[in-house]
């Protein structure tokens, strides 16, 4: 940095400016001039190859010139808006008389574009060697129903599945139970659908039931919309933090330390309703590796609802109309392409404060899931296919017991219509 502000100095001193042109109040002059930056603008979170305006919320005031903002100059480093990376600007401004401003500093970082994966062609034959699945215990502290691969060479799974409706009957305090859910109290009772895997480390990934921002711009104690999330553990690279939207993080992660490693559970802002999905919706879910130790979360939108409870609450609430949903990249050790690892489609009723407790009595119910398809990721002699999730590769886990579920047999492709607690 010495040496560049060496240069800089140099550069001015060596280009002087012709005092027989100017005013004798410019060269005589001493004050620097001030360079100043918006609140929000000293980090900028882009993606490749996108365009950048890099003197954004950059102003620069003398004291005889004035507004000299289009006379700042940077050094832009090795900045490159193609390539992945974190990179330093700094910014510097002159004046007639040569006197050099204080140095701004900008951080850009680069990340990866992503888009929703393809997809892969469907392998119907017979694999060499391939692992039975076998189920596993049932976790307490919710109903719910696990279909479970083998752990064999999966390095992803996706789902297609139309959403369920609900009729939500727990809550903190009282709550009108003519409503199928109730924004103005706690549900205590809170639907989901999702993917997972575990190799090294375990991961959940898909979509619950979470508050909303209603018509009014206030936040709904109940939930209404199925919004994604993404709960992994891990012991490194993990992205904890609150949301910032100054600076383009639209994502929280919170963790609990558990021995040696985190469980983090992360979920998007809820000011960006076009993540919200509702009954009827019809959506591909993606849980994959991109690169080894490091999964994402997609969601690709298929139909959106005609449903007409769905229909009026996004024009009741003035909600966007649901948008594709791909996470950030996060931490799973031991995931790859060519490790072993056992991947699974989950529906269930989480009780709030209730996990590793018996199952509280509840009269909540999810009504037809509907999944069209399951399928797990593999390499079979040099390509990637999509496997058929079908009831050869599936152990069926319904937790606490069979009498809380109600479900058809898995299909050829891995398609099944699941209920929850079907009363």
């Given at each position: 940095m010495?040496?560049?502000?060496?240069?800089?100095?140099?550069?001015?001193?060596?280009?002087?400016?012709?005092?027989n042109?100017?005013?004798?109040?410019?060269?005589?002059?001493?004050?620097?001039p001030?360079?100043?930056?918006?609140?929000?603008?000293?980090?900028?979170?882009?993606?490749?190859?996108?365009?950048?305006?890099?003197?954004?919320?950059l102003?620069?005031?003398?004291n005889?010139?004035?507004?000299?903002?289009?006379?700042?100059?940077?050094?832009?480093?090795?900045?490159?808006?193609?390539?992945?990376?974190?990179?330093?600007?700094?910014?510097?401004?002159?004046?007639?008389?040569?006197?050099?401003?204080?140095?701004?500093?900008?951080?850009?970082?680069?990340?990866?574009?992503?888009?929703?994966?393809?997809?892969?062609p469907?392998?119907?034959?017979i694999?060499?060697?391939?692992?039975?699945?076998?189920?596993?215990?049932?976790?307490?502290?919710?109903?719910?129903?696990?279909?479970?691969?083998a752990?064999?060479?999966?390095?992803?799974?996706?789902?297609?599945?139309?959403?369920?409706?609900?009729?939500?009957?727990?809550?903190?305090?009282?709550?009108?139970?003519?409503?199928?859910?109730?924004?103005?109290?706690?549900?205590m009772?809170?639907?989901?659908?999702?993917?997972?895997?575990?190799?090294?480390?375990?991961?959940?990934?898909?979509?619950?039931?979470?508050?909303?921002?209603?018509?009014?711009?206030?936040?709904?104690?109940?939930?209404?919309?199925?919004?994604?999330?993404?709960?992994?553990t891990?012991?490194?690279?993990?992205?904890?933090g609150?949301?910032?939207?100054?600076n383009?993080?639209?994502?929280?992660?919170?963790c609990?330390?558990?021995?040696?490693?985190?469980?983090?559970?992360?979920?998007w802002h809820y000011?960006?309703?076009?993540f919200?999905?509702?009954p009827?919706?019809?959506?591909?879910?993606?849980?994959?590796?991109?690169?080894?130790?490091?999964?994402?979360?997609?969601?690709?939108?298929?139909?959106?609802?005609?449903?007409?409870?769905?229909?009026?609450l996004?024009?009741?609430?003035?909600?966007?109309?649901?948008?594709?949903?791909?996470?950030?990249?996060?931490?799973?050790?031991?995931?790859?392409?060519?490790?072993?690892?056992?991947?699974?489609?989950?529906n269930?009723?989480?009780?709030?404060?209730?996990?590793?407790?018996?199952?509280i009595?509840?009269?909540?119910?999810?009504?037809?899931?509907?999944?069209?398809?399951?399928?797990?990721?593999r390499?079979?002699?040099?390509?990637?296919?999509?496997?058929?999730?079908?009831?050869?590769?599936?152990?069926?886990?319904?937790?606490?017991?069979?009498?809380?579920?109600?479900?058809?047999?898995?299909?050829?492709?891995?398609?099944?219509?699941?209920?929850?607690?079907?009363?």
């Amino acid at each position: 940095m010495k040496k560049f502000l060496s240069f800089v100095l140099l550069l001015l001193i060596l280009g002087g400016c012709d005092k027989n042109k100017i005013d004798k109040k410019y060269y005589e002059d001493t004050i620097p001039p001030v360079l100043q930056l918006q609140s929000g603008y000293s980090k900028v979170i882009i993606y490749e190859n996108d365009e950048i305006d890099i003197f954004g919320g950059l102003m620069a005031i003398d004291n005889l010139e004035g507004n000299i903002t289009d006379k700042i100059a940077v050094d832009k480093g090795d900045f490159d808006n193609s390539v992945v990376g974190e990179y330093q600007l700094v910014f510097y401004v002159s004046d007639l008389a040569n006197n050099v401003s204080n140095f701004i500093y900008k951080t850009i970082i680069v990340r990866r574009r992503f888009e929703i994966i393809a997809k892969y062609p469907i392998f119907n034959g017979i694999i060499e060697n391939e692992i039975s699945p076998e189920t596993e215990g049932c976790f307490k502290g919710a109903y719910y129903l696990k279909v479970l691969s083998a752990q064999d060479y999966w390095f992803g799974i996706e789902a297609e599945v139309t959403l369920p409706m609900y009729d939500i009957n727990r809550y903190e305090d009282d709550y009108q139970s003519n409503l199928p859910a109730d924004p103005n109290y706690k549900n205590m009772d809170t639907p989901s659908l999702y993917l997972g895997g575990e190799a090294q480390y375990q991961t959940d990934d898909g979509l619950a039931l979470m508050p909303v921002i209603l018509g009014n711009k206030t936040i709904s104690k109940g939930s209404l919309a199925y919004r994604p999330f993404w709960r992994y553990t891990s012991n490194k690279d993990i992205d904890e933090g609150p949301y910032d939207l100054e600076n383009e993080r639209r994502y929280s992660v919170g963790c609990t330390q558990e021995g040696a490693v985190k469980n983090c559970y992360a979920h998007w802002h809820y000011l960006d309703t076009e993540f919200y999905y509702l009954p009827g919706d019809r959506v591909r879910m993606i849980v994959v590796v991109v690169e080894t130790g490091k999964l994402q979360l997609q969601i690709e939108v298929l139909e959106k609802s005609t449903l007409e409870y769905s229909v009026n609450l996004r024009k009741e609430h003035n909600w966007k109309d649901p948008e594709n949903f791909i996470s950030p990249v996060f931490s799973s050790p031991g995931y790859g392409f060519d490790t072993k690892t056992k991947f699974k489609r989950v529906n269930a009723i989480d009780q709030l404060g209730n996990e590793k407790q018996d199952v509280i009595p509840t009269t909540t119910e999810i009504f037809e899931a509907v999944w069209h398809n399951t399928y797990l990721y593999r390499k079979i002699a040099g390509t990637v296919y999509r496997v058929p999730m079908n009831q050869a590769r599936a152990a069926v886990m319904e937790c606490p017991n069979s009498s809380y579920i109600d479900a058809s047999n898995i299909d050829e492709f891995g398609g099944q219509v699941v209920k929850l607690n079907n009363n």
